[in-house]
Nanobody, 121 residues
């Protein structure tokens, strides 16, 4: 069984910082692209940032310049460093990874359980 476990969410004041972590575990053969998504109350889930296995990154316009995505392949972990946080960043943040597990013939997208980020004004 493949799992993604997130940590690092919490309550911060506007202008503050948080660092989210997401570690993959289980019968993993390989991991491709990894990313972060978020969903605010009453809103659709949206892309925040992605990173490929060779460290190419992509960000939504709303977070570019403030957030940084990175990965540690030895630890099967993806991070999201969030600086200059705004109240509109408040959401549940979900990590995602394209993973090929042993005994599977293809890669699938796996999702973490989500971690709450709340930014107060």
């Amino acid at each position: 069984q493949v799992q993604l476990v997130e940590s690092g969410g919490g309550l911060v004041q506007a202008g503050g910082s948080l660092r989210l972590s997401c570690a993959a575990s289980g019968n993993i053969f390989s991991i491709g692209a990894m990313g972060w998504y978020r969903q605010a109350p009453g809103k659709q889930r949206e892309l925040v940032a992605t990173t490929t296995s060779d460290d190419l990154t992509n960000y939504s316009d709303s977070v570019k310049g403030r957030f940084t995505i990175s990965r540690d392949n030895a630890k099967s972990t993806v991070y999201l460093q969030m600086n200059s946080l705004k109240p509109e960043d408040t959401a549940v943040y979900y990590c995602n990874a394209l993973i090929k597990a042993w005994i599977q013939g293809k890669a699938y997208n796996y999702w973490g359980q989500g971690t709450q980020v709340t930014v107060s004004s």
